[in-house]
């Protein structure tokens, strides 16, 4: 396994300075909470690196040991199979014993593998936990920015006491409030995309890939909300200005 391209500190970093804007202009939302969370995920990614996918030794020694003893098992007992004492001496007995031997070989080939998939299905657990967690706080910053839809500052206010009373205990948000505060979705979205791309440098598991895959397209799909919203509301500012 080579280390990520990506740099550990320096995303680190940005998720850092992130979450000290969001905290700075809005301290007590759920977004400053989730930033913290995206922030301890990357300082754990920056401190431990392809470490958090690495399995303990003794399951390892396992793999690897097991996997050599079916070799030697399976080519001992063949061995002990097709042993003549007076050799082979007609070309059926040959195609027999060779028939045989590609039998064993296989035999030990799969065996090999199977002991060797211990360590692999350890890795994939690992790494299938922490990109669960991604996708979690991913879907929490969708669930986040639901609320915070441009067009409900068109609405007049009376309207707005009708449509909006279950949202009654939520602060109203200026039209500036709104656009940076989908502007930090969008970022936050962003970085949570990247967290997930280092992992495809440690583990090359096709499950893995594939979550992988799925986190960044969740990601990509908040940050294309997060642009509608903010084209909206610069679109609104214009006519305001007009």
């Known amino acids: 396994m080579q280390e990520p391209i990506l740099n550990l500190k320096r995303l680190a970093d940005a998720v850092d300075d992130l979450r000290v804007r969001i905290t700075e202009t809005f301290p007590q939302s759920g977004l400053c909470h989730n930033a913290g969370l995206v922030l301890d995920f990357a300082r754990q990614v920056e401190r431990e690196g392809m470490t958090m996918v690495k399995v303990p030794s003794w399951i390892r020694f396992i793999s690897w040991v097991g996997g050599f003893t079916v070799v030697a098992t399976f080519l001992l007992s063949g061995w002990l199979v097709v042993k003549k004492k007076d050799g082979i001496e007609t070309l059926p007995n040959f195609l027999q014993a060779l ?139 214009q006519r305001v200005r007009l």
């Not at 992992?199 to 960044?216: C, F, G, K, R």
Request: charged content about 20%; aromatic content about 6%; overall charge negative.
């Open 99 to 237: 028939s045989a031997i590609i039998t064993v070989v296989a035999g030990a080939t799969a065996g090999f593998f199977t002991m060797r998939s211990i360590e692999q299905s350890q890795v994939r657990s690992l790494a299938m936990a922490k990109l669960k967690t991604l996708r979690e706080i991913a879907h929490v910053i969708d669930m986040l920015q639901l609320s915070k839809s441009p067009v409900a500052i068109m609405i007049p206010l009376e309207h707005q006491e009708v449509i909006g009373a279950a949202r009654s205990n939520q602060p109203t948000l200026t039209l500036a409030e709104m656009f940076q505060y989908l502007t930090y979705c969008g970022e936050l979205a962003a970085l949570i995309g990247k967290l997930a791309v280092v992992y495809l440098s440690w583990v090359h598991d096709p499950i893995v890939l594939a979550t992988i895959d799925d986190v960044e397209d969740l990601c990509s799909d908040l940050e294309r909300k997060m642009l509608s919203k903010l084209l909206l509301i610069e679109q609104m500012h």
